[in-house]
């Protein structure tokens, strides 16, 4: 639900250009979400086992798919205003700074869902395991960003237009 | 909608508290939605046609018809954010909930106006310039505005994630807001034009920046003299 | 893509929302076809009261609902109430349906809506809420709380949760007796007009007592069972 819901703010961007960019950006903020699903967090698995973390794959992926879901529901709603913009204003700025606000809103809230639901799991752990994990954490979310944003970046010429 | 209940409106003004807790539990939300709808235009175009006024002739139902279509394409563009924005914060209501507290929050938006509407059509009576207009439209809006923020803030209820709530939607709703209006201007009509168009195609700056224009030409003379 | 394809595309979607809210409208009368021409230009803000309000069936009751139907519910009762009255009234079908039995019918539906808003001011009053107990108990766990204390938060979402799947439960069974006084009007109607036999609708009246009774049941348990 939550790529398909991305998706739609995907062809809301590419309704700029329209034709096949509509399919294009649907692809390309979908993309960008299910790569950092596919990529980033079995990669965050692995560093999680090595620090011992109490953090089962169940849970890692409960927490990935209700980040995508709450990232894609927040893309979705925004969609409409974004498509608005898209096909009334002049200049390509005002898109870009659009369609990056909205992607940085959408991810922020789904990193945030991410953590929180990894967070309580920590509680009980051994002191050194959880600052370690806690560490794990922050370059994972630092290097979900960048990646999403590098993907986004190449897939959504209509946002990269004015820069 | 059998018949036009006044009583509705009524709370919606002295009741918002009571309002917003019927639309979160969707108590009797349909009728509430239509009458808000019903406010919503009436209020908007009332508006809009004393802000035509000061131009005259055909801009008066010109901006009282964009002025409607811009408040509930605004409100129809925005319930759909509001709605995954709230369920995010902690809030998953239906949409109907959603929805009905957009359209209430709406309709005391546009009945703020109405009240405004006969203050504004004597500042033009008067013979008010052409900028003075335009920022006591903009100060109705502004007060109108937060009438219909009150409502939101009592919907929203207590609990985590208010505030974010609360400044994501204050944000989304001026971002949509501001296109619209921008999209659909001229309103009030550049003085400088006799012959005004149904839509301006050309970029001047922004709405934000407009405003801000109009304050700073408040003390000088009026492109339009008093009747 | 310009913005006047994106408005034929906003005035498709109205249109099928226009015509998916008069093929679920029971009847094509004059509120149908105005609620199905608002929901063409408005069908964000409009077609989701709509769709609900013609629906032929509610959704069955969540745990997890915030606030029962029962207005809408109510509403529908009296107006089917009175428009089989009406139905029945100067023909040997009276006997079936007769003014009595309506005035019956409508006291104890009555009884029944007081009894809920009883319940659902209470829940307002004491700020009550399943949500939130769940939140408190999930918080206790993962925080390693006393196990006392863990206990009391389960009792408490236990209990909270019971009772709003008694009162979702509840606010069906009215959404159903509304559907069932529906088809009762519907049925004297085709017996007055088509000159059929009454058998059907004797057999709904039958079947709205026992409902009723079974509502009654669920709120007044009798003093055998409050031991």
Known sequence: MGLGLAAAFGTALGLRQGGSSLATSAAGVSAGMLVVAVVAVPAFAIVLALASAPIDAFALARATTRAIARAGLVLGGLAPAVALYVVTVEDAITVTLVGFGALLLAGGIGMGSFHRELAPTLVSAPAATRWATRAAMLAFLVFAATLAARIWWIALPALTGAL | ?227 | ?227
Not at chain 2, 63 to 91: D, E, M, S
């Open chain 3, 1 to 227: 893509m310009s913005l006047r394809d994106l408005l034929l595309l906003y005035c498709v979607v109205g249109v099928a929302c226009a015509i998916a809210v008069l093929r679920r409208a029971p009847a094509t009368t004059a509120r149908s076809l105005a609620s199905a021409a608002a929901t063409v230009p408005l069908w964000p803000l409009w077609a989701p009261f709509a769709l609900a309000s013609s629906q032929p069936r509610p959704r069955p009751p969540r745990s997890g609902d915030a606030a029962p139907l029962d207005g809408g519910a109510l509403a529908r009762i009296e107006r089917a109430l009175a428009e089989a009255v009406d139905a029945v009234a100067g023909t040997p079908m009276s006997e079936v349906f007769t003014r009595a039995v309506a005035a019956r019918i409508a006291a104890e539906v009555g009884r029944v809506a007081v009894r809920l808003d009883e319940l659902r001011a209470l829940e307002r009053r004491t700020g009550l809420d399943a949500d939130a107990s769940a939140r408190r108990l999930r918080d206790l766990e993962a925080q390693g709380a006393p196990e006392r204390a863990v206990a009391t938060a389960r009792l408490q979402h236990e209990s909270l949760s019971r009772l709003g799947q008694l009162r979702a439960a509840d606010a069906q069974a009215l959404e159903e007796l509304a559907d069932l006084l529906e088809a009762l009007r519907t049925q004297l109607l085709l017996a007055r007009y088509a000159g059929s036999s009454a058998e059907g609708a004797d057999a709904i009246v039958g079947e709205v007592w026992a409902r009723l009774e079974g509502l009654g049941a669920a709120f007044d348990p009798g003093p055998e069972r409050c031991t």
């Open chain 2, 1 to 227: 909608m059998s018949g036009v209940d006044v009583a509705l409106f009524n709370r919606i003004l002295r009741a918002p508290s009571e309002v917003a807790r019927d639309c979160r539990d969707e108590h009797d939300v349909a009728p509430m939605a239509a009458h808000a709808l019903l406010a919503i235009v009436l209020g908007a175009t009332l508006f809009g046609a004393a802000v035509g006024s000061w131009h005259g002739g055909a801009q008066i139902p010109l901006a009282g018809g964009k002025l409607a279509l811009v408040t509930v394409g605004t409100l129809a563009v925005c319930a759909p954010a509001f709605y995954a924005i709230a369920a995010v914060f902690g809030r998953p209501w239906s949409l109907r909930t959603v929805v009905s507290l957009v359209l209430v929050a709406g309709a005391r938006f546009s009945l703020v106006l109405l009240a405004a509407t006969p203050v504004l059509w004597l500042t033009v009576n008067l013979g008010a310039g052409y900028h003075l207009v335009k920022v006591v439209a903009a100060l109705a809006y502004a007060l109108a505005g937060l009438t219909a923020l009150t409502l939101l803030l009592r919907g929203l209820g207590d609990g985590p994630g208010k505030k974010a709530t609360m400044t994501l939607f204050i944000g989304v709703f001026l971002m949509v807001g501001g296109q619209a209006a921008w999209v659909l201007r001229p309103y009030i009509g550049d003085p400088e034009q006799s012959d005004l168009p149904v839509l301006t195609r050309e970029r001047e700056g922004g709405m934000a920046y407009q405003v801000w224009l109009s304050v700073q030409q408040l003390g000088r003379p009026a492109p339009k003299s008093a009747p």
